[in-house]
């Protein structure tokens, strides 16, 4: 596993599911050309790359490079690294016919060709600190974030105090927390809630 400071920034869950095997790091999706319309989505990778920086790995056909040409446009260059995999002819094994292109995309990319899109673009060797321990699904239970009377209402609160969107999946939710908090301050905010909510 490679431990990556900066976020992911990948086309479609498919490439998400690839990179996942290889990657300690938050990757996020962008829906192809749905970012173009989802200004919450805009905004996290804006904040996301104020954080440690986004790495975009998208697809080298034409529309991958319209996604990275829009992210790349809308962030400080400095905050900003580009990795690009080869042109490889084919199509991936969940498709029954190539894309228009005729072009393997990241999830389709072995994994040699992945690490070497990787290297070019100068992560490999990023050394990053351990964190403090990482916030998990038990943690949300145990706090009352999910799956217990009222914490619908306070997952709400947590998610103004990280000022994301309302509809984060749960697993979502536990990424940006340990992207945007160490343990320590995810607790501090738990408490913060409980004393806004009290007699509520």
Same mark, same amino acid.
């Given at each position: 596993?490679?431990?990556?400071? $900066?976020?992911?920034? *990948?086309?479609?869950?498919? !490439?998400?599911?690839?990179?996942?095997?290889?990657? !300690?790091? +938050?990757?996020?999706?962008?829906?192809?050309?749905?970012?173009?319309?989802?200004?919450?989505?805009?905004?996290?990778?804006?904040?996301?790359?104020?954080?440690?920086?986004?790495?975009?790995?998208?697809?080298?056909?034409?529309?991958?490079?319209?996604?990275? /040409?829009?992210?790349? &446009?809308? =962030?400080?260059?400095?905050?900003?690294?580009?990795?690009?995999?080869?042109? *490889?002819?084919?199509?991936?094994?969940?498709? /029954?016919?190539?894309?228009?292109?005729?072009? =393997?995309? *990241?999830?389709? #990319?072995?994994? $040699?060709?992945?690490?070497?899109?990787?290297?070019?673009?100068? @992560?490999?060797?990023?050394?990053?600190?351990?964190?403090?321990?990482?916030? $998990? @699904?038990?943690?949300?239970?145990?706090?009352?974030?999910?799956? &217990?009377?009222?914490?619908?209402?306070?997952?709400?609160?947590?998610?103004? =105090?990280? !000022?994301?969107? $309302?509809?984060?999946? +749960?697993?979502?939710?536990? !990424? #940006? =927390?340990?992207?945007?908090?160490?343990?320590?301050?995810?607790?501090?905010? *738990?408490?913060?809630?409980?004393?806004? +909510?009290?007699?509520?």
């Amino acid at each position: 596993m490679i431990k990556l400071k $900066q976020a992911v920034i *990948v086309e479609g869950k498919y !490439d998400k599911i690839r990179l996942e095997s290889l990657l !300690d790091a +938050t990757i996020i999706p962008t829906d192809g050309f749905a970012i173009f319309k989802d200004k919450e989505k805009q905004k996290l990778i804006r904040r996301l790359a104020e954080k440690n920086g986004i790495l975009i790995l998208t697809d080298s056909d034409s529309a991958g490079f319209k996604i990275r /040409s829009f992210l790349g &446009g809308s =962030i400080p260059k400095e905050r900003v690294t580009h990795a690009y995999i080869p042109d *490889v002819l084919g199509k991936e094994k969940r498709k /029954s016919e190539p894309s228009k292109e005729g072009k =393997i995309g *990241v999830e389709g #990319m072995r994994t $040699q060709a992945l690490l070497g899109a990787l290297e070019k673009a100068g @992560v490999l060797c990023e050394e990053t600190k351990e964190k403090s321990r990482a916030v $998990q @699904v038990i943690d949300l239970f145990e706090d009352g974030i999910s799956g &217990g009377e009222n914490s619908k209402s306070r997952r709400e609160k947590l998610l103004k =105090i990280l !000022d994301l969107p $309302q509809r984060l999946s +749960t697993s979502a939710l536990i !990424d #940006m =927390i340990n992207t945007f908090m160490s343990f320590e301050e995810y607790k501090a905010a *738990v408490k913060k809630i409980y004393e806004e +909510t009290k007699g509520e």
